[in-house]
């Protein structure tokens, strides 16, 4: 069980452009969703929460106009990259944990590069 | 002083010993802690959780807290070279998030 979905795996965008990433539980219901970043050689990085129905809350330093989260229902969250930039070149992590749990389960991570 | 500390590595153990794994934390009332696994270019995955005072087993793997002293600990016994990775120390700090170490990097000597 604990089952979280990210898609794509990885992917390749141009300067100026949006990359939505999608982070799915599969086989629970995640009321609270998290989106990491990690550089390599780094530890994990919050960038923000998100409960499902409400706004996120960012860490500080974290621009939520260029980071987007959604998080419309128990099973889904979303993160758009806005106006990618190289510095915005990153492993993005989501994790996911169910209603009165404490662990996080973390998705396989998707590989953003921008050129 | 960090949140959650852990020393960095790398931490070389033989094929076949015990690797011993350890994190240390700031705030006295963090409630639960968790170790993560990560392999070099995958995402953590959850290996322990633990909650009270004591031993947890699991396997091959045995989480430690120290509640008193600030510490949790990760065994690994009969270390195999699949073991060989990063591992994360995880804290909670207040409803939601988790504060992660820096991470201990282990390699097992076949």
């Not at chain 1, 993005?92 to 209603?99: D, F, K, P």
């Amino acid at each position: 069980g604990a089952v979280v979905s990210q898609h794509p795996s990885w992917v390749i965008c141009k300067s100026g452009t949006s990359v939505k990433i999608e982070c799915r539980s599969l086989d629970f219901q995640a009321t609270t969703m998290f989106w990491y970043r990690q550089f390599p050689k780094q530890s994990l990085m919050l960038m923000a929460t998100s409960n499902e129905g409400s706004k996120a809350t960012y860490e500080q330093g974290v621009e939520k106009d260029k980071f987007l989260i959604n998080h419309a229902s128990l099973t889904l969250s979303t993160l758009t990259v806005t106006s990618a930039h190289p510095e915005d070149s990153s492993f993005y992590i989501c994790s996911a944990r169910g209603l009165n749990a404490y662990e996080q389960y973390f998705g396989p991570g998707t590989r953003l590069t921008v050129t | 002083q960090k949140e959650v500390e852990q020393n960095s590595g790398p931490l070389s153990v033989p094929e076949g010993a015990i690797a011993s794994l350890n994190c240390t934390y700031s705030d006295r009332v963090s409630q639960s802690f968790f170790w993560y696994r990560q392999y070099s270019g995958k995402s953590p995955e959850l290996i322990m959780s633990i909650y009270s005072n004591g031993d947890k087993e699991d396997g091959r793997f045995t989480a430690q807290l120290n509640k008193a002293s600030q510490y949790v600990s990760l065994l690994i016994r009969d270390s195999q070279p699949s073991d060989s990775a990063t591992y994360l120390c995880a804290v909670n700090k207040g409803a939601q998030k988790l504060v992660f170490g820096q991470g201990t990097r282990l390699t097992i000597n076949p």
